[in-house]
């Protein structure tokens, strides 16, 4: 098992610019989430999703969009980038909630 | 609204030192879940423990053990003998019973970075 993948590790933005991280899953959890970890602040829910089918936001959701088509993928779409959406992401999954969650190695995005 | 407060934001100890990271919670739910993460150098985030509120038993894995006490809403860990491979950031984490149709949401405290000096 490759447990949850992130495409890609590194990425330089420009402001106004759009793209998608990728996170996938082999396990074949239900549960997916994005979170955000900036230097001093933990990590943040961005959004989630309990199933294929259906997502719902988290604590900072605004700025990003999520769809869950198939059990195992689940893209968050940065809309038009901004600066302060610098940060490093993670995906994680999880067979059950309030289960343990299997995260992803992290996506560290600059935006300029 | 859940929280989580892990005042200690650095720690520095000598290797085979005791340590105890500090976590305190916040929420209004008699029904939730606790959990320690390790986030090493490298960067992935690695789980420790879950206990939920109604298990308020230690839990000792190894050099690891876990202080769970409601009265004072803290869920402490504790590392034994400490090793430099300990370094890393720990992060504590809370999970409340969702209401409605909603999900559990992990709330995670700020983290506490420790080094362990060899």
């Known amino acids: 098992n490759a447990g949850v993948t992130q495409t890609p590790k590194f990425q330089v933005l420009k402001t106004g610019q759009s793209m998608t991280l990728q996170c996938a899953q082999d396990m074949n959890h239900e549960y997916m989430s994005w979170y955000r970890q900036d230097p001093g602040m933990g990590l943040r829910l961005i959004h989630y999703s309990v199933g294929a089918g259906i997502t719902d936001q988290g604590e900072v959701p605004n700025g990003y969009n999520v769809s869950r088509s198939t059990t195992e993928d689940f893209p968050l779409r940065l809309l038009s980038a901004a600066p302060s959406q610098t940060s490093v992401y993670f995906c994680a999954s999880s067979y059950s909630t309030p289960g343990e969650q299997y995260f992803g190695p992290g996506t560290r995005l600059t935006v300029t | 609204a859940q929280k989580v407060t892990q005042a200690q934001t650095e720690i520095s100890v000598v290797e085979k030192e005791d340590v105890t990271l500090d976590c305190v919670y916040e929420?209004?739910?008699?029904?939730?879940?606790l959990f320690w993460y390790k986030q090493p150098p490298s960067g992935e985030l690695v789980f420790l423990i879950r206990r939920n509120s109604f298990d308020e038993q230690n839990e000792i894995s190894g050099r690891y053990s876990w202080n769970f006490q409601k009265s004072t809403s803290s869920f402490n860990f504790t590392i034994t003998a400490s090793q430099v491979v300990d370094s890393a950031v720990y992060f504590c984490?809370?999970?409340?019973?969702?209401?409605?149709?909603?999900?559990?949401?992990?709330?995670f405290g700020k983290g506490t970075k420790l080094s362990v000096i060899p």
């Open positions: 984490a809370l999970s409340e019973v969702p209401s409605g149709a909603g999900s559990y949401q992990l709330t």
């Open positions: 929420t209004r739910d008699t029904t939730y879940y």
